[in-house]
């Protein structure tokens, strides 16, 4: 059975028409007869909303396998493998990890992550909105001290002057490194790091709390 014939069949049992496809579709009268003529196979983008408006799986549509209806389809798969529990902890704390001994993260909160990191990962809420759209106020992310950071990496930094952890995009050019928020609305754009900054750990992870 050809995509041409499948289509055909998906159409009588929608009740669609070639003008109705055009319609869904957003291709041309002739782009539709060619796909019912078996001229053409639908491809790309073009294939997804022949899907849509056929209210099927492109698994089914290009090779005749799988499940047919959408709504038959399963809406979620397994979720991923758990590699480990790490402990939520606060904005201070974080900024102090590299004294780890003084925090007992065995009475912490844990979060699962599904990526492999090293034992010494923590979790913190982001707070504000400096990191947005990125990253929403309340998300969670998994920063992992032991990761390597690299130009573009998301990482929390402690300044010295500070009490606080903070969270930026880490910014590499000419051999300088900069903080920067994800906020391009955010008032200080470029922070650079200087002998006064320390990079705490890079975010492996990030998830969200409903």
């Known amino acids: 059975m050809s ?3 499948r289509i055909k069949a998906r159409m009588d049992e929608k009740k669609l028409r070639a003008v109705d496809l055009v319609k869904l579709t957003g291709v041309s009268k002739g782009t539709v007869s060619q796909w019912l003529n078996d001229i053409a196979k639908p491809r790309g983008e073009n294939l997804l909303k022949l899907a849509d408006a056929l209210a099927c799986k492109v698994d089914w549509l290009l090779l005749g396998k799988g499940i047919k ?4 389809a399963p809406n979620v798969e397994p979720g991923p493998e758990i590699k480990g529990h790490y402990p939520l ?3 201070v704390q974080a900024g102090a990890w590299s004294a780890i001994y003084e925090i007992d993260v065995l009475e912490a909160e844990s979060f699962p992550c599904p990526v492999k990191c090293s034992s010494q990962t923590f979790v ?4 504000g909105i400096s990191m947005e759209p990125v990253f929403r106020e309340g998300d969670l992310i998994f920063v992992d001290p032991l990761a390597e950071s690299h ?4 990482i929390v930094a402690r300044l010295e002057d500070q009490n606080e952890a903070t969270f930026k995009q880490l910014i590499i050019e000419q051999g300088k490194k900069y903080l920067k928020p994800a906020n391009p609305n955010w008032p200080e754009q470029i922070i650079p790091i200087t002998s006064d900054c320390s990079i705490v750990g ?3 992870f990030a998830g969200k709390i409903f």
């Open 202 to 204: 890079t975010v492996v």
């Open 89 to 91: 902890i606060s904005w």
């Open 3 to 5: 995509i041409a014939s």
């Open 69 to 72: 209806d959408v709504d038959l």
């Open 151 to 154: 130009h573009g990496s998301y």
């Open 124 to 127: 913190l809420s982001v707070q």
